[in-house]
């Protein structure tokens, strides 16, 4: 297998999760000369407007939600081009809000979908491309969004159907991927950037009496794969910036990236759940093993 030949697909919920959770493993493969494939779920239009320039108050008016969707599709359009995405795919599902809101029994949500209609349609994308790695959440959705967790299920249906030709057989000749990853941020380099930004005076988990350490992040046990994305770690910046209406005129996370991103955000961190031969961690490249 040729290392021209070979194609990362990675699955998100809402636009800005593919610069956050995978923008420097997007933009390393593209700069190997590897394809990328993006695939965004929802249109994000639950999300909260944080950039004022934009003119869109939401909650007071029910049409900014449709036009913030169209914001953010502009957006994960900018940010693909910045991580130099080969294919974006956008589902165009409606958001389906945080856990425990009531737009999560909403009919529209993303949450509620067919299962058939989302399977079949990754399942088609998955055949076009042939991917040899697939990244997506693990089975919480990393941090329990009801999109995150939906994206998770539908990817790992669309997995198992994509390799069954029995499945789905107008959507092509089947594919077994051979590597699957969940995206997993490392519990000791949460509890690092907390640290920081608690040091700072910045509101963090650390400030409650009761948090407990080992609710969030992954233990770092399970972390399969880390790889170092410093060499364009200004890219996955600017990629996430584009998204504007997410991330608004945060001047001290801009000050805090530039200054101290090297040292925060030294890698982005997996958990390998499908490979073609054992894993040995920790692993540095999501392509090995492959050849």
């Known amino acids: 297998m040729s290392d021209e030949s070979l194609t990362l697909l990675v699955v998100h919920a809402h636009p800005d999760d593919e610069s956050s959770g995978t923008g ?16 965004t779920c929802t249109n ?21 939600r449709a036009r913030l969707a169209d914001v953010r599709r502009e957006e994960l359009a900018r940010a693909s081009a910045v991580l130099d995405v080969t294919h974006l795919y956008m589902l165009g599902y409606h958001d389906s ?3 425990g809101t009531k737009t999560n029994a909403a009919s529209y949500a993303f949450v509620n979908a067919d299962p058939d209609d989302v399977t079949g349609r990754l399942v088609g994308i998955i ?9 997506t ?4 959705g990393g941090y329990g969004h009801p999109d995150h967790i ?41 509890l690092r950037v907390f640290k920081a930004l608690h040091f700072l005076g910045r509101k963090t988990p650390l400030r409650d009496p009761d948090f407990d350490p080992d609710s969030l992040g992954c233990p770092d046990e399970l ?38 991103g090297r040292w925060f955000y030294r890698y982005e961190s997996l958990r390998c759940v499908r490979s ?6 920790l692993e540095s490249d999501i392509f090995s093993g492959l050849d």
């Open 150 to 190: 939906m994206s998770h299920r539908m990817t790992m249906a669309a997995l198992e159907a994509a390799a069954d030709g029995t499945h789905y057989p107008e959507a092509g000749v089947p594919w077994d991927v051979p590597k699957v990853y969940y995206t997993a941020w490392a519990r000791s380099e949460m």
């Open 97 to 99: 809000g945080m856990q």
């Open 24 to 39: 420097g493993l997007l933009r390393l493969a593209a700069k190997r000369g590897h394809t990328t494939v993006v695939v």
């Open 44 to 64: 994000g239009e639950l999300g909260d407007v944080k950039d004022p320039a934009l003119s869109l108050n939401p909650e007071e008016n029910p049409a900014d």
């Open 127 to 135: 055949r076009q491309h042939r991917p040899h790695v697939v990244i």
């Open 223 to 260: 972390i399969t794969t880390k790889v170092d994305i410093r060499p364009v770690l200004h890219d996955k910046w600017r990629a996430l910036f584009t998204h504007r209406s997410q991330m608004g005129g945060s001047h001290f996370f801009r000050w805090l990236v530039r200054l101290g």
């Open 276 to 281: 073609p031969q054992p894993i040995q961690p």
């Open 137 to 140: 959440y693990d089975d919480k």
